[in-house]
């Protein structure tokens, strides 16, 4: 079965229109997505390559070792998503919420980040390399072993944040 068919399959099944859960396990993605419920949907090892999420939902959902290229998220809300060892190259995150996120083990490299919110968010060796951005919150945000190498944020706006401490 196809990730696209897996993962709209998902969304009629959290819409109460048919469907089942979705549980993506090295599968291959490389399609566009807009308004879907993918509340706990679980990705592992899945590899998604220019796939675009437009107002998309990932609340409570998992994703495990999972790569992402050049994949575009808009106004996606990311609330209690746990992503495990994933990388992201090339990615643009847009006008979404990851509050209550749990990161770990994860890398982002060369993404754009624009209109983020990471309140009450724990990350946990989190690299953000070559990443850039503008408008990026945060609320009660703890982090430990986060390396921002080669990072360049503008109107960042941190409160009871601890990072590296």
């Known amino acids: 079965m196809t990730s696209q068919i897996i993962i709209l ?3 009629r099944w959290r819409k109460g229109a048919g469907g089942a859960p979705a549980g993506l396990s090295g599968q291959a993605d490389s399609f566009a997505y807009v308004g879907l ?4 949907a679980q990705f592992a090892s899945s590899t998604f390559a220019g796939s675009s999420f437009a107002s998309t939902t990932f609340k409570q959902a ?5 790569q992402f290229s050049n994949c ?13 060892g994933c990388t992201f190259v090339g990615c643009t995150f847009s006008d979404s919420k990851f509050n209550a996120a749990r990161l770990s083990g ?3 490299r060369q993404c754009i980040w624009t209109g ?3 309140d009450s968010a724990s990350w946990s060796q989190v690299d953000v390399l070559d990443c850039r951005g503008t408008r990026i919150n ?4 703890r982090g430990q072993r986060v390396n921002f190498t080669g990072s360049q ?3 960042l706006e941190f409160s009871n944040a601890v990072i590296n401490n």
């Not at 419920?37 to 706990?40: E, S, T, V």
């Open 153 to 155: 944020f503008e109107d």
């Open 106 to 108: 994860s890398t982002f």
């Open 116 to 118: 983020l919110s990471f």
């Open 37 to 40: 419920d993918l509340n706990l």
């Open 138 to 141: 945060a609320s009660n945000l």
């Open 72 to 84: 575009t998220f808009s106004a996606c809300d990311f609330e209690s998503i746990g992503i495990t």
């Open 62 to 66: 998992g994703w495990t070792g999972c």
């Open 9 to 11: 399959d998902h969304d």
